[in-house]
DNA sequence: GTCTATACATCGATAGAC
DNA sequence: GTCTATCGATGTATAGAC
């Protein structure tokens, strides 16, 4: 993140620092999903934290490093989830367990889902520390996908198209509920059968 | 659409007016895959086309009926897609066919498909006229999937998002490509397999 | 149907005082 | 680190002349 200044990790000064930015991000994120990630707006981000607009320029050297830093924000959220659970010890039932994570987490905030997965701001691109943490996800992912059987790139890109569909459908017709959440042991199960037929 | 003038048919009048609309909506899709949905602007459209931005009022009643016009000629554009083309007797062929459409016309415009398919302008609500057209592309999707025994709304909600999911990655993964379009026939039939098993 | 003029709000960003 | 002040641009929408 560009805007970090240079201090030791145990300087109260940065400390404090830190939690102001992190304060800021977190009512980002409420006006994006208020207001549509295109439309946020640094004017009414300063307002809602009790600053004024300029004063967010010590924390975000412009808007598309607030991008950033909520792209790598909302990475971090997810490697969370996923890495903090321990999965089963059958391949199979751990794909499924990850496989439901990763839907629900989606679930959970679809704004949150399209700045990770889908392009909806043209012309952001992700810095490359930022993505590092997309890419420990996908890592991830690819192991538990690897011990079920799933090497081949043709396979992998079948699972992922499993998986951004029943996420997508979860988002866009039934937020908050577990329509298609509830399917993803099914569509699994039939996707593995295949692999081993 | 309500800002439709009242004419008849055939007045010239009215055919001017409909072609200068059509026009608008052509450089409003331009814009929008340019900048992004949420921030296509009247103004920029305006002077795309020729005209002065107060003009626009002529031909739209405001901005949301503007992306009202949008969704409703996408539609009308996958409606053209799916009901022109004929499709096999053989049942699950017809799926397939049905599905390769469906993911080319996806891949075909990321931003059509965004508007169409998923929620980027918080607030946008398709005008129940222009949400017809899409029901008609549903029908003959949930039709088509029947003949193949699809008829489950269990089954229906893993069909709807095995094609979400290879269109979703598609369109953000390789645009103008075909490697997740592809797949489409191994991923159907594994799913008709399943389900005639 | 198109224009000028304008209202009124908001936008991202910078300069410089404190 | 926060502020005031401000730049220059852009945003949607309306009033009223032609």
New interface residues.
């Given amino acids: 993140m560009p805007s970090e200044p240079v201090a030791d990790r145990t300087d109260p000064r940065a400390a404090r620092h830190a939690r102001s930015r992190s304060k800021i991000l977190e009512e980002a994120w409420v006006l994006a999903?208020?207001?549509?990630?295109?439309?946020l707006s640094l004017g009414e981000l300063a307002r809602s934290v009790g600053l004024r607009q300029p004063s967010l320029y010590t924390y975000f050297d412009s808007k598309a490093d607030l991008y950033d830093a909520m792209f790598a924000q909302g990475n971090e959220q997810l490697w969370a989830e996923v890495a903090s659970r321990s999965y089963s010890e059958h391949p199979g039932e751990a794909v499924k367990e990850f496989t439901r994570a990763v839907v629900a987490f989606c679930a959970a905030d679809?704004t949150r889902f399209?700045l990770l997965?889908?392009?909806?701001?043209?012309g952001f691109e992700p810095s490359p520390e930022s993505y590092s943490v997309a890419l420990r996800f996908l890592e991830r992912g690819r192991d538990l996908a690897a011990g079920a059987g799933i090497t081949r790139q043709?396979d992998m890109?079948?699972f992922?198209?499993?998986?951004?569909?029943?996420a997508?459908?979860q988002v866009?017709n039934d937020p908050g509920g577990d329509?298609?959440l509830r399917?993803v042991d099914?569509?699994i199960e039939?996707?593995l059968?295949?692999l081993n037929a």
Same sequence: chains 1, 2.
């Fill in positions: 999903r208020r207001h549509g990630l295109g439309r679809p399209q997965f889908q392009r909806p701001i043209p043709r890109d079948i992922t198209a499993l998986v951004a569909g029943i997508d459908q866009a329509r298609w399917l099914e569509v039939m996707f059968d295949r």
